[in-house]
């Protein structure tokens, strides 16, 4: 290959070299492995493989073929790669008694790009002499009568000797690079060798131990455990018995333990109205000792011990300070003394740990492995004791009928006339939420003698905030007020009494119940969605609606002559019952116990809805492609387009709420209302996915062609209040009725039980075929 450029001219008297670069270049410089330097350059190309430093090292390129590739410089081929070696040498010590000679420890790096070397010693903290670099980077000759020659990468390996300038380094120990290159090579690099000791430093160890410090440290550097421990505190709860003392009584304390200076902190949890402060500190933060005698002296709590101290005063005398710290060192509490059950003592007083919370519970399961240990008990106080027996119900006097019985009762308690106090946790609890009102309306009728009262018309209003209520007669013109709202009393207890009279609660409130206010009787003939709904939502609360409760007492009355009652109501074509009919049948089975709330309550869970939607599927595809059609809609392929983007598995199904998205990002020329209406029709799996094949289809004018429709006003029909809810219960599921009811078992135990288990076989079909339907 001719490397010369036919543009750049020669100068006079200059020949153009094409192995320049190659192996004329610097050639003092090439590894003399075995005479020539092209020998030399022939073996270490023998010896450095391909691929040496891992894949992305390969020197040969693709584009040559083995054997072809272009030698390159060392210079190129090892830039930036050196050889480490760990090595010393002895260095004699005539002036110094007792260690005959020391040993220094320093670097070796050959660079193999140029075959230099470099000596460095690490710095060593007080070593008395020059450190750093020992030998600057040089190619180095070996010792006479070898001069001629320099050293080369095979001169070095762990175990052998190297001299450098007088100077002789063994060498101990390389790094992983070193090795690895050695070994591809085809070198073989022994174990590393230990360190020989110092008999130098070994003597200046001995000094530097033996030597007291004229000024010893006098505080221990805790910022480590701050660091590890900081704002985390162990708590546990205890107690202290001093009751067997005069005007003693049980200490309930909590012991606070920090982590980040073991210091422990104790404070008193003292109960309302006991006569005591709430914030009390039983002991302020600091470390607590397990054995203390007295108080401490001035000093004995410094943390170091002076000695030897001369003179009239320490500030006009001589001290010095004990660097062994030989002193009183006394004993302080610990996290490994503190557990549940065992006792402390702070000061003289024993203070019993019963319990801890879950953090410092956590904390001794992973350190100490105590998980299982039980709460200790606390013993009875005597004062609570005390204290109950001497507490009496105050006595008021008799209510003299002016006024509330509260506001009487609050005159008598304080000097100061107070209004009487509301539970406002209720008031916020029962208070008006946006369309939650919390108010029970309950339609009712007076009970008279006069018949001209019997045929008016109340509405009674239980308002859950105050436990008040008000009447309200409805006439032509509206409602008028006939009992303003205030709290009313139970009929049959006595006025003029010093105990607080009973009112009418929440549970006193159900369709039948009678009503007695302000002397007038009252019968509650219904109640409206919103008293009937709050009931069942709150049925723990209110057992006239109750389901469970209601059932379980009708499956009660009912066991002994089931078999009669299946007879007489089972219906014949239809599986539904009417209200009346069931109802009539549990009252004369349930007697006075069955209330007409109960019976409302049965007939709404087990209600037969027999109502059509206004508007089916064929209606609301026939609107759908008139308003189509008037607004000149027809992008079907684009609006299949978006579809199968949004559906990449083509499972053919998607979302209710990607459909509605859809449909609306294709601008179609349909209202909110009209488009959910579209999708309540629209076939669906179990999963309530729907199939845009299927919408595809109903917007298709070509599917199934329709006559156009008369258009109508869109916002108001298909809105969802347009439509006046059924009302519910009046006709009741006899299949879910007596499913619920779960006394088929008892046929079993009858004779003749076959035939009846056949009947109602065969209305649980009828009522497959009628749902199949869309109604009964």
Not at 158 to 176: H, M, N
Not at 255 to 264: A, E, K, N, Q
Not at 728 to 746: H, M, P, R, S, V
Request: proline share 6%.
């Amino acid at each position: 290959m001719n490397l010369r450029c036919p543009e750049l001219p020669l100068l006079p008297g200059w020949s153009f070299n094409p192995n320049i670069g190659r192996t004329k270049f610097n050639m003092n410089q090439k590894f003399d492995f075995i005479g020539s330097p092209d020998e030399g350059n022939r073996a270490l190309k023998e010896k450095v493989k391909p691929n040496m430093f891992g894949p992305l090292t390969d020197k040969y390129p693709s584009v040559y073929a083995r054997g072809e590739v272009l030698d390159l410089p060392p210079w190129l081929v090892f830039d930036k790669q050196v050889l480490r070696f760990d090595a010393y040498f002895k260095e004699t010590l005539q002036e110094v008694r007792g260690s005959p000679f020391q040993i220094r420890k320093v670097i070796i790096y050959f660079y193999l790009e140029d075959g230099t070397i470099q000596v460095a010693e690490p710095k060593v903290e007080n070593s008395g002499v020059y450190q750093g670099c020992f030998l600057s980077r040089q190619r180095i000759r070996f010792p006479p009568p070898m001069d001629e020659n320099f050293y080369d990468i095979i001169d070095f390996n762990i175990g052998k000797e190297v001299e450098f300038f007088g100077r002789c380094f063994k060498l101990i120990d390389c790094d992983k690079f070193t090795r690895t290159f050695l070994n591809r090579c085809g070198i073989c690099v022994p174990d590393p060798i230990s360190l020989p000791s110092d008999p130098y430093l070994n003597m200046r160890q001995k000094e530097k131990e033996a030597i007291m410090s004229k000024k010893p440290k006098r505080t221990k550097d805790t910022r480590g455990q701050f660091l590890e421990h900081d704002k985390k505190v162990l708590r546990f709860f205890g107690y202290w018995d001093d009751q067997e003392t005069e005007h003693g009584y049980l200490h309930k304390l909590e012991i606070h333990y920090f982590l980040s200076d073991d210091t422990i902190e104790i404070k008193e949890t003292v109960a309302e109205n006991s006569g005591r402060d709430s914030g009390f500190m039983f002991l302020r933060r600091g470390k607590l000792p397990k054995i203390c005698k007295a108080l401490p002296g001035p000093g004995d709590t410094a943390p170091y011990t002076l000695l030897n101290v001369l003179g009239a005063g320490v500030a006009g005398g001589r001290y010095i300070l004990d660097p062994l710290d030989r002193g009183l060192n006394e004993d302080y509490y610990k996290e490994n003394d503190l557990a549940i059950s065992s006792i402390i003592n702070c000061y003289g007083r024993k203070i019993v740990l019963t319990d801890w919370d879950p953090f410092t519970r956590s904390y001794y399961s992973l350190k100490y492995g105590l998980d299982h240990l039980p709460p200790g008990k606390m013993p009875r106080d005597k004062s609570e004791q005390v204290k109950s027996e001497g507490l009496k119900q105050r006595q008021l006097p008799p209510w003299n009928g002016y006024g509330s019985f509260e506001d009487s009762a609050q005159n008598c308690i304080t000097v100061e006339p107070k209004a009487p106090l509301k539970d406002f946790k209720k008031f916020l609890k029962y208070d008006r939420q946006g369309l939650d009102s919390h108010i029970l309306r309950f339609s009712a009728k007076m009970l008279s003698k006069n018949p001209d009262n019997c045929r008016r018309r109340f509405i009674i209003s239980y308002f859950l905030a105050d436990d008040t209520i008000g009447v309200y007669e409805v006439c032509d013109g509206g409602r008028t007020s006939f009992f303003a709202r205030s709290p009313v009393v139970l009929p049959g207890q006595p006025t003029f009494t010093s105990m607080p009279p009973l009112k009418y609660l929440p549970q006193h409130m159900f369709v039948g119940a009678t009503v007695v206010i302000n002397s007038f009787v009252f019968v509650l003939c219904d109640a409206d969605e919103y008293c009937l709904r709050y009931m069942e939502i709150n049925s723990h609360e209110y057992p006239k609606a109750n389901l469970k409760l209601i059932m379980d007492k009708v499956r009660e009355q009912l066991k002994p002559f089931y078999k009669d009652f299946v007879a007489e109501m089972m219906p014949n074509e239809q599986p539904v019952l009417r209200y009346e009919d069931l109802r009539n049948k549990l009252c004369r089975v349930m007697g006075d116990d069955f209330t007409e709330h109960e019976m409302i309550t049965i007939a709404r869970a087990f209600s037969a809805d027999c109502t059509k939607d206004r508007f089916d599927r064929q209606k609301i595809r026939a609107i759908t492609l008139t308003e189509l059609k008037r607004f000149l809609w027809d992008d079907l392929e684009r609006l299949r387009e978006y579809f199968l983007i949004q559906d990449p598995e083509r499972s053919g199904k998607l979302s209710r709420q990607k459909c509605y998205t859809i449909l609306r990002a294709c601008r179609l020329p349909l209202d909110k209302s009209h488009i959910e209406k579209v999708l309540d029709v629209i076939h669906r799996d179990e999963k309530c996915d729907y199939y845009y094949d299927d919408i595809l289809q109903f917007f298709d004018r070509k599917v199934c062609p329709m006559a156009d429709t008369v258009p109508i006003n869109i916002k108001f029909n298909f809105w969802w209040a347009a439509e006046k809810e059924p009302e519910a219960g009046l006709l009741i599921n006899w299949c879910a009725f007596n499913k619920y009811l779960d006394l088929e078992q008892t046929f079993k135990e009858m004779p003749g039980h076959e035939e009846t288990l056949k009947i109602l076989e065969k209305i649980e079909g009828q009522e497959g075929i009628h749902d199949e339907k869309g109604g009964h």
